[in-house]
């Protein structure tokens, strides 16, 4: 691209953004995305089975600090169990940086000091396995002992999309890309009937409120209707925090300033349909 051989590049690392934006012969199009990308916490755990512990991980962790910091701003904190992107979305609340409520909720919860292992995958997403040692440190500062794994994607979906046993890791890097912009997608995450090795809810999450909700959107054609019962159900799920919820990536691509009408979608696709010379 710099050398004038292409006119476009998508997904180029991240740690060259900043020269990329400063460059003013290329234009950087940071792509929203519907990846959500979040610590998957085993919710059969003894420690994680209380969301008042799983409260505390989300408030110990200072996400857009990480976004700016270790994503080089290649992503946006969610606000939600899912992406903007999709119908369904409603913002459902805010778990903001604050580890002085984190050791009070672990406090309550009995739960100081305690053992976690936190496994990423390295490669797969933006700066994953980077992201997954910033978390642990945050998670190390409001007094838990974690430890972190990394391995290639095989080893790592071996591990974690099957059923609960005493290899079971407790929490988990894990990024999820509905195909369809439609809530549907991003639910199946918050189902029984996916908990692994039937599906990839790999939190062992469930909630009969939640349940009942989403068998209702299942049958709905009010598309109105629908879309309120996929907002209350986020709500419940934002409460229950069986992630610790973090970001959505961003689809970077970079094209010289020689042309345009390039673009991107949430499916994570560029869109050039429209490319054309720029005019002077």
Not at 3 to 24: F, T
Not at 64 to 72: H, K, R, W
Not at 225 to 234: G, I, K, P, Q
Request: aromatic share 8%; proline share 6%; glycine share 6%.
């Amino acid at each position: 691209l710099l050398a004038g051989q292409v006119d476009m590049i998508i997904l180029p690392p991240v740690s060259d953004l900043e020269a990329l934006r400063n460059n003013p012969e290329v234009n950087v199009i940071l792509g929203d995305s519907d990846r959500t990308i979040f610590i998957a916490l085993d919710n059969n755990d003894p420690v994680l089975s209380n969301p008042t512990v799983r409260q505390a991980l989300n408030y110990a962790v200072d996400k857009q600090t990480i976004v700016d910091s270790v994503l080089f701003g290649a992503g946006k904190v969610v606000d939600a169990p899912m992406s903007s992107a999709l119908f369904g979305y409603c913002s459902t609340g805010s778990y903001g940086y604050d580890p002085e409520r984190a050791r009070q909720l672990l406090a309550q919860a009995g739960a100081q000091g305690a053992s976690l292992e936190l496994l990423t995958p390295s490669g797969r997403y933006v700066q994953d396995a980077q992201a997954a040692e910033a978390i642990a440190g945050y998670l190390r500062e409001v007094g838990l002992t974690v430890t972190v794994s990394t391995s290639d994607f095989p080893s790592f979906l071996a591990r974690v999309n099957a059923a609960p046993s005493a290899n079971t890791v407790d929490m988990h890097l894990l990024g999820w890309a509905p195909a369809i912009l439609d809530a549907d997608q991003q639910m199946q995450q918050f189902r029984s009937a996916t908990h692994p090795p039937a599906g990839l809810g790999t939190s062992f999450y469930t909630n009969p409120a939640v349940e009942q909700l989403l068998a209702q959107a299942d049958v709905e054609i009010d598309q109105a209707v629908r879309e309120r019962l996929y907002c209350d159900a986020s709500k419940i799920i934002w409460e229950d925090a069986p992630w610790i919820f973090l970001w959505t990536q961003s689809f970077p691509v970079v094209h010289s300033t020689d042309v345009t009408g390039i673009g991107t979608t949430p499916t994570e696709k560029f869109d050039a349909i429209h490319a054309r010379p720029a005019t002077s």
